[in-house]
DNA sequence: CACCCGGAAGTTAT
DNA sequence: CATAACTTCCGGGT
């Protein structure tokens, strides 16, 4: 009997994804997620399976005919050596048998009913979101907007009622097109807004209105964002039109560039044989649990840097990749991109440079001293996504959370800085060596968590490309 | 004055 | 309802 596709994988398939490992010499690859095409991670036993199913089916059961849901009921007999179903109490299409209960198929097919279920609930997670990932600048607004149903006017943006054939094309083309530069990105973004909310009967409210004019006002504001003063005063520029607004500085023009994750996806039906694998190319759509696509500080800063055709290299750029190492270009800029991306409007640097800081007690960045606007990732996004991972397996599985491991306080009249440079020692280490289980991902103020001191003395960098 | 830091409290999505 | 991950504000240091 096979691996059952629950919910749950085994923790170690998840925490222990090659690219996780402390920094040996293989482990180069570790910022540079676009590279993985070459040297994919290993698919999570979950999205596995997916790989298997019969080619004459869609990845969206939603949109299976009846022929459609028995060959998967024969394939599911097999795959998971299950016992033979009753196919007359599936005579159904897709949809209804999505809508059947985990007690409706352990009736219809004792002792396969979980699996069953599993099977299709995690199809249906799959496809919806990748439906809601189909805008793929990370300049767009995630969860909130994305989260509301299809809707037509939208579509061509955002998703779609599963079963065009039309939106696979379309999605291929957009894999395949040109990229579009960021002000088409931001025009996108504008453009789901307003779709979105109007959807709502909030069009003309206040917060839409707030939308749009923010998007307009940056992109007013981007013709001058050079890294000088741009706060928050600057909301009471709205006046240039998005029709007229510029690209920010420096944006090249269109290239292609299929980077950013996750690409659109639809299930059509005549092209899903030949649709499917491409899909899956983009790993961070694989595990809909795990895909933060953007909506965390650390994943939208490492899809900003490494982007493969490099617009945002005004915003945000590299000083040395291999050891993490990166500048913010356009602090304005780039907490302006962050704020859309959060539909937080007020965002600013002062802002978004505190949510930075709370990376630091998790190791996930530290600052270079000295460098202004410079910090270090000190893990890489697979291993922040496995931890990830772990977090929420943990309480998954756990009803209690472990305590952390008693650490001791600094002094009240120690700094945590003091602390950092006494402890010295791995100073040469690429990068740090910590037991993922030691590593707290939780950021909140917790006093259980907040008192574990940083491992890693401040670092100097290399400054030969900055002032 | 612009960063930078981290405490405290609040917000939002999950 | 609990929690994670911020967001917002702020006083203080460089």
């Known amino acids: 009997m096979k691996l059952l596709p629950v919910s749950l994988p085994p923790v170690a398939a998840m925490d222990r994804l090659p ?3 402390p920094f040996n010499a293989s482990d180069l ?14 698919m999570s036993p979950i999205v596995d399976f ?65 699996v069953l279920h599993n099977v299709l609930q995690l199809l249906v997670r799959d496809a919806q979101t990748l439906q809601r990932c189909l805008p793929s600048s990370p300049v767009t607004p995630t969860s909130r907007h994305h989260y509301r149903p299809p809707l037509a006017g939208a579509c061509c943006l955002t998703s779609r009622a599963p079963v065009s054939p039309t939106l696979c094309t379309t999605a291929t083309q957009l894999r395949s097109a040109p990229h579009p530069p960021l002000t088409a990105s931001l025009v ?23 939308l749009v004019t923010a998007v307009s006002s940056y992109h007013s504001s981007g013709s001058n964002s ?16 998005l029709q007229q607004a510029p690209p920010p500085s420096g944006s090249p023009p269109s290239t292609p560039a ?32 795990t895909n933060t696509n953007g909506r965390l500080l650390w994943d939208f800063l490492q899809q900003l840097l490494n982007d493969q055709t490099q617009r945002y290299t005004n915003y945000i750029a590299w000083k040395n990749r291999e050891t993490g190492v990166f500048k913010i270009v356009d602090p304005a800029g780039l907490a302006k991109l962050w704020g859309i991306q959060k539909n937080h409007l007020s965002m600013n640097y002062d802002k978004m440079s505190r949510a930075l800081r709370y990376y630091y007690r998790v190791n996930i960045l530290r600052k270079v001293q000295g460098e202004r606007h410079c910090y270090q990732f000190l893990r890489n996004p697979s291993e922040l996504k496995s931890i990830k991972n772990m977090s929420l397996l943990r309480q998954q599985m756990s009803p209690t959370r472990p305590t ?21 020692g791995d100073d040469s280490a690429l990068a740090p060596t910590i037991d993922d289980d030691e590593l707290p991902t939780d950021l909140s103020m917790s006093p259980t968590v907040r008192s574990r001191p940083m491992h890693f003395p401040p670092i100097k960098v290399e400054s030969s490309d900055d002032k």
């Not at 690859?29 to 290993?42: D, E, K, V």
């Not at 706060?231 to 009471?236: H, M, W």
């Not at 650490?407 to 402890?423: A, D, F, N, Q, Y």
Request: hydrophobic share 30%; glycine share 6%; charged share 25%.
């Open 19 to 21: 690219l996780s490992l």
């Open 29 to 42: 690859l570790w910022r540079y997620p676009l590279g993985f095409p070459a040297s994919q991670p290993p």
């Open 50 to 114: 997916k790989t298997h199913l019969p080619t004459s089916l869609t990845t969206d059961p939603r949109v299976w005919s009846r022929d459609d849901v028995i060959t998967f009921l024969r394939w599911c007999e097999r795959e998971f050596d299950l016992p033979k179903f009753e196919m007359d109490m599936f005579q159904m299409n897709g949809k209804a048998l999505c809508l059947l209960t985990k007690s409706d198929l352990a009736e219809r097919c004792p002792g396969a009913g979980d």
């Open 188 to 210: 996108s973004c504008h453009l789901i807004l307003k779709l979105t909310y109007s959807v709502d009967s909030q069009s003309g409210s206040p917060q839409h209105a707030e």
């Open 226 to 241: 050079n890294g000088s003063n741009q706060s928050d005063s600057d909301d009471d520029s709205y006046q240039e039109s």
């Open 258 to 289: 299929p980077s950013l994750p996750p690409g659109p996806h639809s299930p059509g039906k005549d092209h899903a044989t030949a649709f499917r694998p491409v899909v899956r190319d983009y790993f961070s759509c694989d595990a809909p649990e």
């Open 404 to 424: 952390p491991p008693p650490v001791l306080l600094p002094g009240p009249g120690m700094s945590i800085k003091l602390e950092r440079e006494e402890l010295d």
